[in-house]
Protein backbone atom coordinates (compact mmCIF):
# COMPACT_ATOMS: atom_id res chain seq x y z
CA UNK A 1 0.00 0.00 0.00
CA UNK A 2 1.63 3.18 -0.72
CA UNK A 3 2.20 6.10 1.70
CA UNK A 4 -0.57 8.13 0.11
CA UNK A 5 -3.11 5.32 0.48
CA UNK A 6 -2.12 4.92 3.79
CA UNK A 7 -2.51 8.67 4.43
CA UNK A 8 -5.97 8.48 2.76
CA UNK A 9 -7.42 5.61 4.71
CA UNK A 10 -6.31 7.42 8.66
CA UNK A 11 -7.55 10.37 7.38
CA UNK A 12 -10.91 8.78 6.58
CA UNK A 13 -11.06 7.09 9.96
CA UNK A 14 -10.45 10.04 11.22
CA UNK A 15 -13.11 11.82 9.93
CA UNK A 16 -15.54 8.66 10.70
CA UNK A 17 -14.58 8.73 14.22
CA UNK A 18 -15.01 12.86 14.47
CA UNK A 19 -18.56 12.92 13.10
CA UNK A 20 -19.24 9.83 15.10
CA UNK A 21 -18.53 11.50 18.32
CA UNK A 22 -20.52 14.59 16.99
CA UNK A 23 -23.44 13.05 16.47
CA UNK A 24 -24.09 12.77 20.28
CA UNK A 25 -25.24 16.56 19.93
CA UNK A 26 -28.04 15.96 17.97
CA UNK A 27 -31.37 16.20 19.69
CA UNK A 28 -33.42 13.10 19.89
CA UNK A 29 -36.89 12.38 17.32
CA UNK A 30 -39.87 11.67 19.42
CA UNK A 31 -40.99 9.07 16.94
CA UNK A 32 -41.98 7.69 13.40
CA UNK A 33 -44.03 9.70 10.92
CA UNK A 34 -45.83 6.34 10.39
CA UNK A 35 -45.66 3.02 11.51
CA UNK A 36 -43.03 0.99 9.63
CA UNK A 37 -43.46 -2.25 8.05
CA UNK A 38 -40.55 -4.43 7.72
CA UNK A 39 -39.48 -4.59 4.33
CA UNK A 40 -36.98 -7.26 4.87
CA UNK A 41 -37.33 -10.65 5.38
CA UNK A 42 -34.71 -13.13 7.54
CA UNK A 43 -34.49 -16.95 7.94
CA UNK A 44 -36.29 -18.97 10.59
CA UNK A 45 -33.41 -21.31 11.18
CA UNK A 46 -30.63 -18.77 11.54
CA UNK A 47 -32.67 -17.18 14.12
CA UNK A 48 -33.25 -20.26 15.76
CA UNK A 49 -29.74 -20.48 16.23
CA UNK A 50 -29.21 -17.26 17.08
CA UNK A 51 -31.30 -17.44 20.12
CA UNK A 52 -29.72 -20.53 21.23
CA UNK A 53 -26.63 -18.73 20.95
CA UNK A 54 -24.82 -19.89 18.06
CA UNK A 55 -23.32 -16.63 16.46
CA UNK A 56 -22.16 -17.92 12.99
CA UNK A 57 -21.01 -14.37 10.88
CA UNK A 58 -18.56 -14.59 8.43
CA UNK A 59 -17.74 -18.52 8.15
CA UNK A 60 -17.05 -18.20 11.97
CA UNK A 61 -18.75 -19.97 14.55
CA UNK A 62 -18.59 -18.49 18.13
CA UNK A 63 -21.31 -20.54 20.73
CA UNK A 64 -21.70 -17.55 22.96
CA UNK A 65 -25.17 -18.90 24.77
CA UNK A 66 -24.35 -16.64 28.46
CA UNK A 67 -22.39 -14.10 26.24
CA UNK A 68 -23.48 -11.11 25.81
CA UNK A 69 -23.34 -10.50 21.80
CA UNK A 70 -21.45 -7.20 21.87
CA UNK A 71 -18.77 -9.00 24.61
CA UNK A 72 -17.52 -11.73 22.15
CA UNK A 73 -13.78 -11.19 20.63
CA UNK A 74 -14.51 -10.84 17.03
CA UNK A 75 -12.38 -13.60 14.99
CA UNK A 76 -11.89 -11.44 12.26
CA UNK A 77 -13.15 -8.44 10.69
CA UNK A 78 -15.51 -9.99 8.65
CA UNK A 79 -17.44 -11.09 11.76
CA UNK A 80 -17.10 -7.57 13.21
CA UNK A 81 -18.75 -6.22 9.97
CA UNK A 82 -21.69 -8.52 9.86
CA UNK A 83 -22.59 -7.93 13.39
CA UNK A 84 -22.15 -4.54 13.67
CA UNK A 85 -24.68 -4.37 10.29
CA UNK A 86 -27.80 -5.39 12.05
CA UNK A 87 -28.36 -8.17 9.00
CA UNK A 88 -29.10 -10.60 11.86
CA UNK A 89 -31.42 -8.95 13.52
CA UNK A 90 -33.86 -10.04 10.04
CA UNK A 91 -33.39 -13.34 11.39
CA UNK A 92 -34.49 -13.05 15.36
CA UNK A 93 -37.77 -11.23 13.81
CA UNK A 94 -38.62 -13.98 11.71
CA UNK A 95 -38.55 -16.07 14.52
CA UNK A 96 -40.47 -13.19 16.18
CA UNK A 97 -41.61 -14.93 19.48
CA UNK A 98 -40.63 -14.20 22.98
CA UNK A 99 -37.30 -15.40 23.30
CA UNK A 100 -36.16 -14.05 20.09
CA UNK A 101 -37.51 -10.17 20.78
CA UNK A 102 -35.84 -10.35 24.49
CA UNK A 103 -32.37 -11.45 22.66
CA UNK A 104 -32.98 -8.89 20.17
CA UNK A 105 -33.95 -6.23 22.60
CA UNK A 106 -30.71 -7.30 24.21
CA UNK A 107 -28.20 -6.81 21.76
CA UNK A 108 -29.85 -3.42 20.52
CA UNK A 109 -29.63 -1.72 24.11
CA UNK A 110 -26.63 -3.45 24.19
CA UNK A 111 -25.12 -1.84 20.83
CA UNK A 112 -25.97 2.04 22.41
CA UNK A 113 -24.53 1.11 25.83
CA UNK A 114 -21.30 -0.32 24.70
CA UNK A 115 -20.94 1.68 20.83
CA UNK A 116 -23.63 4.38 20.97
CA UNK A 117 -21.32 7.26 21.74
CA UNK A 118 -19.37 6.97 18.38
CA UNK A 119 -16.72 4.02 19.28
CA UNK A 120 -16.07 1.33 17.70
CA UNK A 121 -15.70 -0.54 14.16
CA UNK A 122 -19.78 0.12 13.39
CA UNK A 123 -18.97 3.50 12.68
CA UNK A 124 -18.82 2.97 8.82
CA UNK A 125 -21.21 4.45 6.62
CA UNK A 126 -22.18 1.27 4.62
CA UNK A 127 -22.51 -0.55 7.79
CA UNK A 128 -24.47 2.34 9.52
CA UNK A 129 -27.08 2.63 6.59
CA UNK A 130 -27.44 -1.25 6.99
CA UNK A 131 -28.23 -0.74 10.61
CA UNK A 132 -30.45 1.96 10.53
CA UNK A 133 -32.62 0.16 7.66
CA UNK A 134 -33.17 -2.96 10.30
CA UNK A 135 -33.79 -0.77 13.37
CA UNK A 136 -36.26 0.86 11.60
CA UNK A 137 -37.83 -2.15 9.49
CA UNK A 138 -38.25 -3.98 12.97
CA UNK A 139 -38.90 -1.12 15.29
CA UNK A 140 -42.35 -2.40 16.46
CA UNK A 141 -40.61 -6.01 17.41
CA UNK A 142 -37.77 -4.28 19.01
CA UNK A 143 -40.11 -1.88 21.31
CA UNK A 144 -42.39 -3.94 21.66
CA UNK A 145 -42.55 -4.17 25.93
CA UNK A 146 -39.79 -1.68 26.13
CA UNK A 147 -40.30 1.42 29.03
CA UNK A 148 -40.15 4.54 28.16
CA UNK A 149 -36.46 5.21 28.87
CA UNK A 150 -35.54 2.50 26.67
CA UNK A 151 -37.92 4.03 23.23
CA UNK A 152 -35.68 7.54 24.68
CA UNK A 153 -32.52 5.47 24.23
CA UNK A 154 -33.57 4.19 20.91
CA UNK A 155 -34.90 6.93 18.77
CA UNK A 156 -31.84 9.07 20.65
CA UNK A 157 -29.70 6.57 18.62
CA UNK A 158 -31.55 6.32 15.83
CA UNK A 159 -30.95 10.91 15.40
CA UNK A 160 -27.25 10.45 16.00
CA UNK A 161 -26.98 7.41 13.39
CA UNK A 162 -29.04 9.34 10.43
CA UNK A 163 -27.01 12.14 11.17
CA UNK A 164 -23.75 10.93 10.86
CA UNK A 165 -25.37 9.47 7.71
CA UNK A 166 -25.96 12.96 6.03
CA UNK A 167 -22.69 13.89 6.96
CA UNK A 168 -20.79 10.92 6.08
CA UNK A 169 -22.53 9.14 2.93
CA UNK A 170 -20.01 10.06 0.11
CA UNK A 171 -16.83 8.26 2.11
CA UNK A 172 -19.13 5.06 1.30
CA UNK A 173 -17.26 2.95 -1.48
CA UNK A 174 -19.12 3.55 -4.78
CA UNK A 175 -21.00 0.58 -5.24
CA UNK A 176 -23.36 -1.73 -3.11
CA UNK A 177 -21.91 0.30 0.12
CA UNK A 178 -22.82 3.93 -0.50
CA UNK A 179 -26.39 2.47 -1.93
CA UNK A 180 -26.67 0.88 1.53
CA UNK A 181 -25.49 3.93 3.22
CA UNK A 182 -28.33 6.23 0.75
CA UNK A 183 -30.63 3.51 1.39
CA UNK A 184 -30.52 3.60 4.77
CA UNK A 185 -30.39 7.63 5.32
CA UNK A 186 -33.67 7.68 2.97
CA UNK A 187 -35.60 5.04 4.48
CA UNK A 188 -34.50 7.29 8.47
CA UNK A 189 -35.27 10.26 7.07
CA UNK A 190 -38.87 9.54 5.28
CA UNK A 191 -39.63 7.39 8.61
CA UNK A 192 -38.17 9.86 11.51
CA UNK A 193 -40.53 12.72 12.51
CA UNK A 194 -38.41 16.15 11.58
CA UNK A 195 -35.83 14.62 8.86
CA UNK A 196 -37.38 15.02 5.55
CA UNK A 197 -34.96 17.60 4.78
CA UNK A 198 -32.76 14.65 5.11
CA UNK A 199 -34.51 12.40 3.01
CA UNK A 200 -35.06 14.86 0.11
CA UNK A 201 -30.70 15.23 0.26
CA UNK A 202 -30.64 11.51 0.65
CA UNK A 203 -33.03 11.44 -2.40
CA UNK A 204 -30.99 13.42 -5.11
CA UNK A 205 -27.76 11.53 -3.60
CA UNK A 206 -29.17 7.98 -4.30
CA UNK A 207 -30.94 9.46 -7.69
CA UNK A 208 -27.29 10.52 -9.01
CA UNK A 209 -25.40 7.41 -7.74
CA UNK A 210 -28.30 5.23 -10.21
CA UNK A 211 -27.33 7.40 -13.25
CA UNK A 212 -23.56 6.81 -12.12
CA UNK A 213 -23.34 3.00 -11.17
CA UNK A 214 -26.75 1.52 -13.10
CA UNK A 215 -25.73 1.30 -16.75
CA UNK A 216 -27.96 1.45 -19.87
CA UNK A 217 -28.65 -2.05 -20.18
CA UNK A 218 -29.00 -2.46 -16.37
CA UNK A 219 -26.16 -3.95 -15.04
CA UNK A 220 -22.54 -2.61 -12.42
CA UNK A 221 -19.33 -2.27 -12.68
CA UNK A 222 -18.79 -5.46 -10.37
CA UNK A 223 -21.23 -7.43 -12.81
CA UNK A 224 -21.57 -9.26 -9.66
CA UNK A 225 -25.33 -10.52 -10.09
CA UNK A 226 -26.37 -10.75 -6.36
CA UNK A 227 -24.80 -7.47 -5.89
CA UNK A 228 -27.09 -6.45 -8.30
CA UNK A 229 -30.03 -7.99 -6.98
CA UNK A 230 -29.06 -5.87 -3.62
CA UNK A 231 -29.10 -2.91 -5.15
CA UNK A 232 -32.14 -3.41 -6.67
CA UNK A 233 -33.66 -4.29 -3.28
CA UNK A 234 -32.54 -1.43 -1.93
CA UNK A 235 -34.15 0.92 -4.25
CA UNK A 236 -37.21 -1.09 -4.33
CA UNK A 237 -37.65 -0.52 -0.38
CA UNK A 238 -37.17 2.51 -1.13
CA UNK A 239 -39.55 3.13 -3.57
CA UNK A 240 -41.80 1.24 -1.68
CA UNK A 241 -41.24 3.70 1.64
CA UNK A 242 -41.98 6.75 -0.98
CA UNK A 243 -45.35 4.96 -1.79
CA UNK A 244 -46.33 4.77 1.46
CA UNK A 245 -45.51 8.15 1.92
CA UNK A 246 -47.96 9.64 -1.23
CA UNK A 247 -44.91 10.76 -2.63
CA UNK A 248 -43.70 9.68 -6.26
CA UNK A 249 -39.92 7.53 -7.12
CA UNK A 250 -37.32 9.93 -8.50
CA UNK A 251 -37.53 9.21 -12.18
CA UNK A 252 -33.67 8.35 -12.55
CA UNK A 253 -34.30 5.77 -9.34
CA UNK A 254 -37.55 4.70 -11.38
CA UNK A 255 -35.59 4.22 -14.56
CA UNK A 256 -32.75 2.04 -12.77
CA UNK A 257 -35.35 -0.15 -11.30
CA UNK A 258 -36.83 -0.66 -14.77
CA UNK A 259 -33.45 -1.32 -16.36
CA UNK A 260 -31.98 -3.77 -13.41
CA UNK A 261 -35.51 -6.15 -13.69
CA UNK A 262 -34.72 -7.47 -16.93
CA UNK A 263 -31.38 -7.97 -16.61
CA UNK A 264 -32.13 -9.69 -12.98
CA UNK A 265 -34.52 -12.37 -14.85
CA UNK A 266 -32.10 -13.31 -17.40
CA UNK A 267 -28.83 -13.99 -14.75
CA UNK A 268 -31.44 -16.43 -12.76
CA UNK A 269 -31.77 -20.12 -13.91
CA UNK A 270 -34.96 -22.47 -14.04
CA UNK A 271 -35.28 -22.73 -10.22
CA UNK A 272 -35.23 -18.99 -9.73
CA UNK A 273 -31.80 -19.02 -8.37
CA UNK A 274 -28.66 -16.34 -9.77
CA UNK A 275 -26.00 -17.53 -11.73
CA UNK A 276 -22.68 -17.42 -8.70
CA UNK A 277 -19.77 -15.56 -10.60
CA UNK A 278 -17.63 -12.52 -9.80
CA UNK A 279 -18.06 -12.98 -6.09
CA UNK A 280 -22.12 -13.39 -6.06
CA UNK A 281 -24.32 -16.38 -4.83
CA UNK A 282 -27.76 -18.18 -5.66
CA UNK A 283 -29.35 -14.89 -3.54
CA UNK A 284 -31.21 -15.22 -0.31
CA UNK A 285 -34.25 -17.20 -0.91
CA UNK A 286 -37.36 -15.47 -2.23
CA UNK A 287 -35.81 -12.09 -2.12
CA UNK A 288 -35.69 -12.29 -5.93
CA UNK A 289 -38.86 -12.59 -6.60
CA UNK A 290 -40.57 -10.53 -3.53
CA UNK A 291 -38.17 -7.68 -5.15
CA UNK A 292 -39.53 -8.34 -8.89
CA UNK A 293 -43.17 -8.51 -7.62
CA UNK A 294 -42.55 -4.86 -5.20
CA UNK A 295 -40.77 -3.34 -8.43
CA UNK A 296 -43.95 -3.41 -10.40
CA UNK A 297 -41.59 -3.93 -13.87
CA UNK A 298 -43.49 -6.26 -16.02
CA UNK A 299 -41.71 -8.72 -17.63
CA UNK A 300 -39.92 -7.84 -21.01
CA UNK A 301 -36.47 -9.18 -22.69
CA UNK A 302 -33.46 -8.05 -21.33
CA UNK A 303 -30.26 -7.24 -24.28
CA UNK A 304 -28.45 -9.53 -25.54
CA UNK A 305 -25.94 -9.96 -23.28
CA UNK A 306 -27.25 -8.65 -19.84
CA UNK A 307 -23.96 -7.41 -17.92
CA UNK A 308 -22.07 -9.34 -19.67
CA UNK A 309 -23.55 -12.85 -19.80
CA UNK A 310 -25.43 -14.90 -22.10
CA UNK A 311 -28.15 -17.22 -21.33
CA UNK A 312 -29.69 -20.26 -22.97
CA UNK A 313 -32.52 -21.28 -22.38
CA UNK A 314 -34.89 -24.10 -23.97
CA UNK A 315 -37.90 -26.33 -21.86
CA UNK A 316 -36.89 -26.45 -18.05
CA UNK A 317 -32.78 -26.33 -19.12
CA UNK A 318 -31.00 -22.89 -18.20
CA UNK A 319 -27.61 -22.27 -19.08
CA UNK A 320 -25.67 -18.91 -18.29
CA UNK A 321 -22.41 -18.28 -20.04
CA UNK A 322 -19.67 -15.61 -18.54
CA UNK A 323 -19.18 -13.71 -22.06
CA UNK A 324 -17.49 -10.67 -21.38
CA UNK A 325 -14.03 -9.25 -19.99
CA UNK A 326 -13.52 -8.97 -16.24
CA UNK A 327 -14.34 -6.19 -14.14
CA UNK A 328 -11.66 -3.57 -14.48
CA UNK A 329 -10.41 -0.82 -11.80
CA UNK A 330 -12.09 -0.96 -8.31
CA UNK A 331 -14.70 -3.15 -9.34
CA UNK A 332 -12.31 -5.74 -9.88
CA UNK A 333 -11.34 -6.14 -6.12
CA UNK A 334 -13.53 -8.94 -5.92
CA UNK A 335 -13.62 -9.77 -9.37
CA UNK A 336 -12.91 -13.09 -10.77
CA UNK A 337 -11.15 -15.13 -13.61
CA UNK A 338 -14.57 -16.52 -15.33
CA UNK A 339 -14.66 -15.63 -18.86
CA UNK A 340 -16.11 -18.19 -20.66
CA UNK A 341 -17.06 -19.95 -17.35
CA UNK A 342 -20.79 -21.42 -17.53
CA UNK A 343 -23.49 -22.87 -14.77
CA UNK A 344 -26.30 -25.38 -16.02
CA UNK A 345 -29.44 -26.05 -14.17
CA UNK A 346 -32.23 -28.91 -15.16
CA UNK A 347 -35.41 -27.59 -14.06
CA UNK A 348 -35.29 -26.98 -10.08
CA UNK A 349 -31.75 -29.15 -9.79
CA UNK A 350 -28.34 -27.24 -10.20
CA UNK A 351 -26.25 -29.74 -12.67
CA UNK A 352 -22.70 -27.93 -13.67
CA UNK A 353 -22.16 -24.53 -11.21
CA UNK A 354 -18.91 -22.50 -10.16
CA UNK A 355 -17.14 -23.25 -6.87
CA UNK A 356 -18.40 -19.51 -5.71
CA UNK A 357 -17.09 -16.95 -3.47
CA UNK A 358 -14.55 -18.21 -0.63
CA UNK A 359 -14.64 -14.93 1.39
CA UNK A 360 -16.25 -16.16 4.47
CA UNK A 361 -13.90 -19.13 4.55
CA UNK A 362 -10.57 -16.51 4.88
CA UNK A 363 -7.90 -15.15 2.37
CA UNK A 364 -6.77 -18.24 0.81
CA UNK A 365 -9.93 -19.74 -0.01
CA UNK A 366 -11.13 -16.37 -1.16
CA UNK A 367 -7.99 -16.52 -3.87
CA UNK A 368 -9.01 -19.75 -4.72
CA UNK A 369 -12.56 -19.12 -5.20
CA UNK A 370 -11.37 -16.37 -8.06
CA UNK A 371 -9.39 -18.47 -10.21
CA UNK A 372 -10.12 -19.90 -13.09
CA UNK A 373 -9.24 -23.69 -12.22
CA UNK A 374 -12.43 -22.96 -9.52
CA UNK A 375 -15.06 -22.21 -12.93
CA UNK A 376 -16.42 -24.67 -14.83
CA UNK A 377 -14.20 -24.22 -17.85
CA UNK A 378 -11.13 -24.32 -20.23
CA UNK A 379 -7.75 -24.11 -17.94
CA UNK A 380 -4.45 -23.77 -19.67
CA UNK A 381 -1.14 -25.46 -18.05
CA UNK A 382 -2.88 -24.12 -14.44
CA UNK A 383 -2.67 -20.62 -15.07
CA UNK A 384 -5.89 -18.57 -14.62
CA UNK A 385 -7.09 -16.16 -18.07
CA UNK A 386 -6.08 -13.37 -15.39
CA UNK A 387 -3.88 -12.56 -13.00
CA UNK A 388 -4.30 -11.32 -9.40
CA UNK A 389 -1.82 -9.23 -7.87
CA UNK A 390 -0.22 -9.47 -4.75
CA UNK A 391 -1.75 -8.84 -1.63
CA UNK A 392 -1.71 -5.42 -0.10
CA UNK A 393 -0.65 -5.09 3.15
CA UNK A 394 -4.24 -4.69 5.52
CA UNK A 395 -6.41 -5.51 2.11
CA UNK A 396 -8.27 -8.66 2.03
CA UNK A 397 -8.42 -8.48 -1.93
CA UNK A 398 -6.40 -8.51 -4.60
CA UNK A 399 -6.94 -6.53 -7.96
CA UNK A 400 -7.32 -8.60 -11.43
CA UNK A 401 -4.97 -7.38 -13.95
CA UNK A 402 -3.68 -9.08 -17.23
CA UNK A 403 -7.17 -9.71 -17.98
CA UNK A 404 -8.67 -10.75 -21.39
CA UNK A 405 -9.05 -7.26 -23.29
CA UNK A 406 -11.57 -8.50 -25.82
CA UNK A 407 -14.30 -11.33 -25.83
CA UNK A 408 -16.09 -11.54 -29.01
CA UNK A 409 -19.73 -13.21 -29.46
CA UNK A 410 -22.25 -14.10 -31.30
CA UNK A 411 -25.43 -15.82 -31.27
CA UNK A 412 -27.23 -17.78 -34.20
CA UNK A 413 -29.85 -20.14 -34.95
CA UNK A 414 -29.10 -23.61 -35.63
CA UNK A 415 -30.48 -26.31 -37.21
CA UNK A 416 -31.62 -27.86 -33.85
CA UNK A 417 -31.81 -25.29 -31.34
CA UNK A 418 -29.80 -22.04 -30.72
CA UNK A 419 -26.11 -21.46 -30.98
CA UNK A 420 -23.35 -19.06 -29.32
CA UNK A 421 -19.78 -18.63 -29.77
CA UNK A 422 -17.52 -16.72 -27.83
CA UNK A 423 -13.59 -16.20 -27.09
CA UNK A 424 -10.68 -14.90 -25.15
CA UNK A 425 -7.61 -13.67 -25.63
CA UNK A 426 -6.48 -13.94 -21.93
CA UNK A 427 -3.44 -17.37 -22.52
CA UNK A 428 -2.27 -15.17 -25.30
CA UNK A 429 0.49 -13.04 -23.50
CA UNK A 430 2.28 -16.25 -22.42
CA UNK A 431 0.88 -19.37 -24.46
CA UNK A 432 -0.14 -17.13 -27.68
CA UNK A 433 -3.25 -19.12 -27.89
CA UNK A 434 -7.07 -17.56 -27.86
CA UNK A 435 -9.53 -19.78 -26.53
CA UNK A 436 -13.52 -19.96 -28.74
CA UNK A 437 -16.13 -21.92 -26.84
CA UNK A 438 -19.27 -22.97 -29.15
CA UNK A 439 -22.36 -23.69 -27.51
CA UNK A 440 -25.15 -25.44 -29.09
CA UNK A 441 -28.52 -26.03 -27.29
CA UNK A 442 -31.27 -27.98 -28.38
CA UNK A 443 -34.55 -27.06 -28.33
CA UNK A 444 -35.64 -29.32 -26.56
CA UNK A 445 -33.31 -28.27 -23.76
CA UNK A 446 -32.06 -32.26 -23.28
CA UNK A 447 -28.42 -31.85 -25.01
CA UNK A 448 -25.88 -29.37 -24.90
CA UNK A 449 -23.42 -29.53 -27.42
CA UNK A 450 -19.95 -27.53 -27.29
CA UNK A 451 -16.76 -27.28 -29.02
CA UNK A 452 -13.71 -25.48 -27.30
CA UNK A 453 -11.24 -24.26 -29.20
CA UNK A 454 -7.34 -23.41 -29.11
CA UNK A 455 -5.92 -21.60 -31.95
CA UNK A 456 -3.22 -18.67 -32.44
CA UNK A 457 -5.11 -16.02 -34.25
CA UNK A 458 -2.03 -14.04 -35.75
CA UNK A 459 1.61 -14.44 -36.48
CA UNK A 460 3.03 -12.96 -33.23
CA UNK A 461 0.87 -15.41 -31.54
CA UNK A 462 2.23 -18.15 -33.22
CA UNK A 463 5.90 -17.25 -32.49
CA UNK A 464 4.75 -17.16 -28.81
CA UNK A 465 3.29 -20.45 -29.19
CA UNK A 466 6.72 -21.91 -30.19
CA UNK A 467 8.16 -20.08 -27.58
CA UNK A 468 5.74 -21.96 -24.84
CA UNK A 469 6.23 -25.09 -26.93
CA UNK A 470 10.27 -25.08 -26.68
CA UNK A 471 9.80 -24.22 -22.59
CA UNK A 472 7.58 -27.26 -22.57
CA UNK A 473 10.48 -29.68 -24.51
CA UNK A 474 7.70 -29.84 -26.97
CA UNK A 475 5.49 -32.17 -25.34
CA UNK A 476 2.50 -29.22 -25.43
CA UNK A 477 0.69 -27.07 -23.50
CA UNK A 478 -1.44 -28.93 -20.67
CA UNK A 479 -5.03 -28.00 -20.78
CA UNK A 480 -7.88 -28.54 -18.30
CA UNK A 481 -11.85 -28.56 -19.23
CA UNK A 482 -13.72 -28.31 -16.02
CA UNK A 483 -17.20 -28.75 -15.10
CA UNK A 484 -17.54 -28.16 -11.10
CA UNK A 485 -20.75 -30.30 -9.55
CA UNK A 486 -23.45 -29.14 -7.45
CA UNK A 487 -23.00 -31.07 -4.03
CA UNK A 488 -25.92 -32.96 -4.74
CA UNK A 489 -25.43 -34.70 -8.03
CA UNK A 490 -24.11 -38.21 -7.96
CA UNK A 491 -21.47 -38.64 -10.69
CA UNK A 492 -19.37 -42.01 -11.47
CA UNK A 493 -17.44 -42.37 -14.48
CA UNK A 494 -18.67 -45.23 -17.10
CA UNK A 495 -16.41 -48.19 -17.18
CA UNK A 496 -13.82 -47.69 -20.00
CA UNK A 497 -13.51 -43.97 -18.86
CA UNK A 498 -15.47 -42.72 -22.32
CA UNK A 499 -18.44 -40.73 -20.23
CA UNK A 500 -18.89 -40.03 -16.89
CA UNK A 501 -23.32 -40.84 -15.51
CA UNK A 502 -24.34 -37.41 -13.46
CA UNK A 503 -27.48 -38.61 -11.18
CA UNK A 504 -29.61 -35.44 -9.82
CA UNK A 505 -32.28 -35.87 -6.78
CA UNK A 506 -35.20 -35.03 -8.88
CA UNK A 507 -34.41 -38.70 -10.78
CA UNK A 508 -33.03 -36.94 -14.23
CA UNK A 509 -29.37 -38.84 -15.57
CA UNK A 510 -27.63 -36.55 -17.49
CA UNK A 511 -24.12 -37.81 -19.64
CA UNK A 512 -20.78 -36.08 -20.61
CA UNK A 513 -19.05 -37.59 -23.44
CA UNK A 514 -16.06 -36.24 -25.50
CA UNK A 515 -15.00 -37.08 -28.84
CA UNK A 516 -11.67 -39.13 -27.06
CA UNK A 517 -9.36 -36.77 -26.92
CA UNK A 518 -7.88 -36.54 -24.05
CA UNK A 519 -8.29 -37.68 -20.29
CA UNK A 520 -11.43 -37.74 -18.46
CA UNK A 521 -11.84 -38.03 -14.32
CA UNK A 522 -13.70 -37.88 -11.62
CA UNK A 523 -11.90 -35.50 -8.95
CA UNK A 524 -12.59 -34.02 -5.63
CA UNK A 525 -13.83 -30.34 -5.43
CA UNK A 526 -15.72 -27.45 -3.46
CA UNK A 527 -18.99 -25.72 -3.44
CA UNK A 528 -18.44 -22.46 -1.69
CA UNK A 529 -21.38 -20.35 -0.12
CA UNK A 530 -22.14 -18.25 2.37
CA UNK A 531 -23.69 -19.09 6.39
CA UNK A 532 -22.09 -22.17 6.17
CA UNK A 533 -18.69 -23.31 8.45
CA UNK A 534 -16.40 -24.72 6.29
CA UNK A 535 -16.73 -25.94 1.88
CA UNK A 536 -19.30 -28.39 0.80
CA UNK A 537 -17.08 -30.99 -0.47
CA UNK A 538 -18.15 -32.33 -4.20
CA UNK A 539 -17.07 -33.51 -7.49
CA UNK A 540 -15.72 -31.92 -10.71
CA UNK A 541 -15.39 -33.56 -14.43
CA UNK A 542 -12.32 -32.76 -15.75
CA UNK A 543 -11.00 -33.53 -19.26
CA UNK A 544 -7.05 -33.10 -19.71
CA UNK A 545 -5.04 -32.88 -22.45
CA UNK A 546 -2.30 -31.25 -24.66
CA UNK A 547 -2.14 -28.48 -27.17
CA UNK A 548 -0.03 -29.79 -29.60
CA UNK A 549 -0.68 -27.58 -32.54
CA UNK A 550 -1.53 -23.57 -33.53
CA UNK A 551 -4.88 -25.18 -33.79
CA UNK A 552 -6.57 -27.96 -31.20
CA UNK A 553 -10.05 -28.86 -31.36
CA UNK A 554 -12.14 -30.40 -28.05
CA UNK A 555 -16.03 -31.48 -28.40
CA UNK A 556 -18.28 -32.80 -25.98
CA UNK A 557 -21.79 -32.70 -24.83
CA UNK A 558 -24.00 -33.30 -21.78
CA UNK A 559 -27.17 -35.42 -22.46
CA UNK A 560 -30.29 -35.66 -20.53
CA UNK A 561 -30.32 -39.41 -20.69
CA UNK A 562 -33.78 -40.34 -18.59
CA UNK A 563 -35.91 -38.65 -16.87
CA UNK A 564 -39.24 -40.80 -15.94
CA UNK A 565 -38.39 -41.07 -12.28
CA UNK A 566 -38.90 -37.04 -12.39
CA UNK A 567 -42.78 -37.13 -11.63
CA UNK A 568 -42.18 -39.43 -8.57
CA UNK A 569 -39.03 -38.17 -6.67
CA UNK A 570 -38.78 -34.59 -6.79
CA UNK A 571 -40.93 -32.96 -4.25
CA UNK A 572 -40.67 -29.44 -6.65
CA UNK A 573 -42.57 -31.01 -9.26
CA UNK A 574 -45.55 -28.69 -8.96
CA UNK A 575 -43.48 -25.61 -8.32
CA UNK A 576 -42.97 -22.74 -10.82
CA UNK A 577 -39.78 -22.61 -12.93
CA UNK A 578 -38.52 -19.13 -14.22
CA UNK A 579 -37.53 -18.76 -17.88
Known amino acids: MSKSDTMTSRWMRFQNRFYARLSQRQKAVTGFVAQPDPRTVGSFARGRQLVAGNLLFAGYLVEAEDTGLW ?19 DDLAAVGDMRAREKAQRWVWGWIEAHGRGQGPGWVPDLTGRRVMRWINHAIFLLRGADEKQSRLFFRSLAQQTWFLSKRWQAATPGLPRFETLAGLVQAGLALEGLEQIADLALRALAGEC ?71 RGVEGRLEQALAQSGVKHKAATELPMGY ?36 SGRRPLIVNCGSGAS ?74 HARTFELRFDGRELMVEDILLTATDKAKRQFDKAMDASGLKGIGYDIRFHLHPDVDAALDLGGAAVSMALKSGEIWVFRHDGIGKLSVEPSVYLEKGRLKPRATKQIVLSGRAMEYATRIRW ?17 DEPEFD
Not at 243 to 255: E, K, M
Not at 256 to 280: E, M, N, Q, W, Y
Not at 364 to 393: E, I, K, V
Not at 421 to 434: E, I, N, Q, R, S
Open 211 to 281: DRQVDAQGGIPTRNPEELLEVFTLLSWTSAALSDLGRGTPVAQANAIKRIAPTLRSLRHADGALARFHGGG
Open 361 to 434: FGLDWRRAGRATPSHSTLCLDGFSSARLTNPLPGRESQALVDAPQEVPVDFEDAFEGIRFMAGHDGYAKVFGLT
Open 557 to 573: TLSKAQDTAYAVRDTHR
Open 310 to 345: ARLSAARTTIIVDASVPPSGAASFNAHASTLAFELT
Open 71 to 89: DVAAPSAGFDDERHGFAWL
